[in-house]
Nanobody, 123 residues
Framework: QVQLVESGGGLVQAGGSLRLSCAAS????????MGWFRQAPGKEREFVGS????????YYADTVKGRFTVSRDKAKATVYLQMNSLKPEDAAVYYC????????????????WGPGTQVTISS
């Protein structure tokens, strides 16, 4: 089992920055890919970015590429999502998730999820 808890959400102005954290506990993450997803009201959950725990390989959705960065701190068992140049359309509940499978862009590939953290953007 892997337990995930997100933090760092809040209200930020458009153009601003926010860093989300995802603290992991439970089993070793060495074989896992950690993903960030978001879901806005009335929309499907969408892939934001991911990072392999072992090698640190990253993948991003085209909508956030160049603005968002996923990183991890192995010692703290924490994954981060640095969000810069935020836009109103980035507002959503952001979720951290973990998977040992491929297809990291698909929510259905992930076995473990955090409860989410709300990000609100003021224009």
């Amino acid at each position: 089992q892997v337990q995930l808890v997100e933090s760092g959400g809040g209200l930020v102005q458009a153009g601003g920055s926010l860093r989300l954290s995802c603290a992991a506990s439970g089993r070793s993450l060495i074989s896992y890919t950690m993903g960030w997803f978001r879901q806005a009201p009335g929309k499907e959950r969408e892939f934001v970015g991911s990072i392999t725990w072992s090698a640190g390989s990253q993948y991003y959705a085209d909508t956030v590429k160049g603005r968002f960065t996923v990183s991890r701190d192995k010692a703290k068992a924490t994954v981060y999502l640095q969000m810069n140049s935020l836009k109103p359309e980035d507002a959503a509940v952001y979720y951290c998730a973990a998977t040992i499978r491929g297809s990291v862009r698909l929510p259905t590939s992930y076995d473990y999820w955090g409860p989410g953290t709300q990000v609100t953007i003021s224009s």
